[in-house]
T-cell receptor, first 111, second 116 residues
Framework: GENVEQHPSTLSVQEGDSAVIKCTYSDSASNYFPWYKQELGKRPQLIIDIRSNVGEKKDQRIAVTLNKTAKHFSLHITETQPEDSAVYFCALNSGTYKYIFGTGTRLKVLA | GAVVSQHPSRVICKSGTSVKIECRSLDFQATTMFWYRQFPKQSLMLMATSNEGSKATYEQGVEKDKFLINHASLTLSTLTVTSAHPEDSSFYIC????????????FGNGTRLTVT
């Protein structure tokens, strides 16, 4: 079945630096790619998403890029702040109701 | 909009008892709801997909007789963990879809189940 690989599993950055998380997938039918942020003991919250008809989307300090040819999409967080520390999950949907989640990246922003 | 309410947020039960978890979509009709299980420091593992008025579809390795799912209306799905054992202790999260698979999932707050 569909598989999503997410890297890195942990990431530490200094406050103010950028953080990049990458996910690769195998099913070329995938057409919707959301990113979720999950704080400890809380629900995953959607932070940004992208659909297959665009290559990049930005929302303030957060951006997502999609390369359908290479089958990977990345989350970019600029000017990181301590409150960005959390676990981030990529996900994708291949045209069904089933979403596939990445393995997660634990981001730690050091003050 | 798109609020999903999940109850209870925490539950402690004894081995052998059953626990019911409710998931409600408050401001939209959820044609499909998903139940996930999450172990510490791990990703979300899909347990089953429930569609209103029909039987749930369970993922491979998930016991349907142990994790009973009912989706009786377009706003409510329940997960019952039957004859719970300590290894069932986990964080259970529901999510709901409005039927548009190009839309994000909306998650409940999760239920922390501890079986003693």
């Amino acid at each position: 079945g569909e598989n999503v690989e997410q890297h890195p599993s942990t990431l530490s950055v200094q406050e103010g630096d950028s953080a990049v998380i990458k996910c690769t997938y195998s099913d070329s039918a995938s057409n919707y790619f959301p990113w979720y942020k999950q704080e400890l003991g809380k629900r995953p919250q959607l932070i940004i998403d992208i659909r297959s008809n665009v290559g990049e989307k930005k929302d303030q300090r957060i951006a997502v890029t999609l390369n359908k040819t290479a089958k990977h999409f990345s989350l970019h967080i600029t000017e990181t702040q301590p409150e960005d520390s959390a676990v981030y999950f990529c996900a994708l949907n291949s045209g069904t109701y089933k979403y596939i989640f990445g393995t997660g990246t634990r981001l730690k922003v050091l003050a | 909009g798109a609020v999903v309410s999940q109850h209870p947020s925490r539950v402690i039960c004894k081995s052998g008892t059953s626990v019911k978890i409710e998931c409600r979509s408050l401001d939209f009709q959820a044609t499909t709801m998903f139940w996930y299980r999450q172990f510490p420091k791990q990703s979300l593992m899909l347990m089953a997909t429930s569609n209103e008025g029909s039987k749930a579809t369970y993922e491979q390795g998930v016991e349907k007789d142990k994790f009973l799912i009912n989706h009786a209306s377009l706003t409510l799905s329940t997960l019952t963990v039957t004859s719970a054992h300590p290894e069932d202790s986990s964080f259970y999260i529901c999510s709901a879809s409005d039927g548009n698979y190009n839309s994000p999932l909306h998650f409940g707050n999760g239920t922390r189940l501890t079986v003693t």
